[in-house]
């Protein structure tokens, strides 16, 4: 425990850092003393005289879209710890298994044909969408005549046949139902997309990544006995059904609120538990508020790297996460070869 304690305050000002860069760092360069002098002048009314166009590109464009990208990288990274656990694979995250495609094609059909009404919101079809591309992934992994639920590769295989069937639904409502326009506006948000975040988009963010970070604290010892498997866990007294329903909706509302803010961003929940169950062991105690820090410092990085790569011109954030985690996805294929 004294050796974690440094460790978590290391962690904790290096996510202060990438914030405060985060907000420093675009297409307008903004000093560190400036950022201070807005956020003193927001917080504790200071007065300090600034000009009106920094004050407001700091605290009504960076700020949200770096908290933003906080609680995303956070809540993506949460959820392939939850993944990983219950399916007892480490390759398991929401991009891979369907979740985000099923969490775009519900999002897009509701901002595109209005489904559900006035009753459904962008994120609660995203909600649905991330819910049925689960239900459908699981049923094909058990359809497929695998001796476990659990099977690896039955599982994976089940993912990519999801992820894409909902792509190509998603594709077909854009192709069928939007304008030129939206086809551009959306397609560009499907890659993963900060550009348009404000503050709204904050107060819906921060409380999915807080509930998916208490309900994996809460259940942390259950989900340390999930990595055994459900009966492991059922023999120690972990209510098995109840549990991995709480968990995987969980997964799949944190999923769908931040694909329905950002779009889909792929290899967050893969890359950041693996990489940290390596350093700190498979304890979920530890791995958990790590997964949640180590999240939300990778997405604020690959934001800063989306915007500073090509000068004049912001990348999608989702492409810069899928150029570092698709080698990194590469390199746990190979270290797993021959293992069960």
């Given at each position: 425990?004294?050796?974690?304690?440094?460790?978590?305050?290391?962690?904790?000002?290096?996510?202060?850092?990438?914030?405060?860069?985060?907000?420093?760092?675009?297409?307008?360069?903004?000093?560190?003393?400036?950022v201070?002098?807005?956020?003193?002048?927001?917080?504790?009314?200071?007065?300090?005289?600034?000009?009106?166009?920094?004050?407001?590109?700091?605290?009504?464009?960076?700020?949200?879209?770096?908290?933003?990208?906080?609680?995303?990288?956070?809540?993506?990274?949460?959820?392939?710890?939850?993944?990983?656990?219950?399916?007892?694979?480490?390759?398991?995250?929401?991009?891979?298994?369907?979740?985000?495609?099923?969490?775009?094609?519900?999002?897009?059909?509701?901002?595109?044909?209005?489904?559900?009404?006035?009753?459904?919101?962008?994120?609660?079809?995203?909600?649905?969408?991330?819910?049925a591309?689960?239900?459908?992934?699981?049923?094909?992994?058990?359809?497929?005549?695998?001796?476990?639920?659990h099977?690896?590769?039955?599982?994976?295989?089940?993912?990519?046949?999801?992820?894409?069937?909902?792509?190509?639904?998603?594709?077909?409502?854009?192709?069928?139902?939007?304008?030129?326009?939206?086809?551009?506006?959306i397609?560009?948000?499907?890659?993963?997309?900060?550009?348009g975040?404000?503050?709204?988009?904050?107060?819906?963010?921060?409380?999915?990544?807080?509930?998916?970070?208490?309900?994996?604290?809460?259940?942390?010892?259950?989900?340390?006995?999930?990595?055994?498997?459900?009966?492991?866990?059922?023999?120690?007294?972990?209510?098995?059904?109840?549990?991995?329903?709480?968990?995987?909706?969980?997964?799949?509302?944190?999923?769908?609120?931040?694909?329905?803010?950002?779009?889909?961003?792929?290899?967050?929940?893969?890359?950041?538990?693996?990489?940290?169950?390596?350093?700190?062991?498979?304890?979920?105690a530890?791995?958990?508020?790590?997964?949640?820090?180590?999240?939300?410092?990778?997405?604020?990085?690959?934001?800063?790297?989306?915007r500073?790569?090509?000068?004049?011109?912001?990348?999608?954030?989702?492409?810069?996460?899928?150029l570092?985690?698709?080698?990194?996805?590469?390199?746990?294929?190979?270290?797993?070869?021959?293992?069960?």
């Open positions: 425990m004294s050796r974690l304690l440094p460790l978590g305050a290391c962690a904790l000002l290096a996510l202060s850092l990438a914030m405060l860069a985060g907000i420093a760092i675009g297409e307008t360069r903004v000093g560190v003393d400036v201070w002098q807005v956020l003193a002048n927001q917080l504790w009314q200071a007065g300090h005289p600034l000009d009106p166009i920094d004050a407001g590109i700091i605290w009504n464009y960076r700020l949200p879209r770096t908290l933003v990208a906080a609680a995303c990288g956070a809540g993506l990274a949460l959820c392939g710890v939850i993944l990983q656990a219950l399916l007892r694979n480490p390759l398991a995250e929401p991009y891979l298994l369907g979740l985000s495609a099923g969490a775009s094609t519900g999002a897009v059909a509701v901002g595109l044909l209005g489904l559900g009404g006035a009753a459904l919101s962008l994120s609660g079809g995203a909600f649905l969408g991330a819910l591309a689960f239900a459908l992934v699981l049923a094909l992994s058990q359809a497929s005549g695998s001796r476990s639920r099977d690896n590769a039955q599982v994976i295989l089940a993912g990519i046949a999801g992820s894409q069937l909902f792509n190509a639904l998603t594709a077909f409502l854009i192709t069928k139902s939007a304008t030129a326009e939206q086809a551009r506006g397609l560009f948000w499907l890659l993963g997309n900060l550009s975040v404000r503050w709204p988009a904050v107060w819906l963010a921060l409380p999915a990544a807080l509930l998916g970070l208490l309900v994996c604290l809460w259940h942390r010892r259950a989900l340390d006995a999930f990595t055994f498997g459900a009966d492991s866990a059922a023999s120690l007294g972990v209510p098995v059904r109840r549990t991995q329903l709480l968990l995987i909706s969980c997964a799949a509302l944190v999923t769908a609120v931040m694909v329905s803010i950002v779009g889909a961003i792929g290899f967050v929940g893969l890359v950041i538990p693996h990489a940290l169950r390596l350093l700190l062991g498979p304890g979920h530890r791995l958990v508020p790590a997964s949640a820090l180590g999240g939300a410092l990778f997405l604020i990085v690959a934001d800063i790297v989306s500073t790569l090509i000068s004049g011109q912001v990348i999608p954030v989702g492409v810069v996460t899928a570092i985690g698709a080698p990194v996805f590469a390199l746990i294929l190979v270290s797993r070869r021959g293992r069960p």
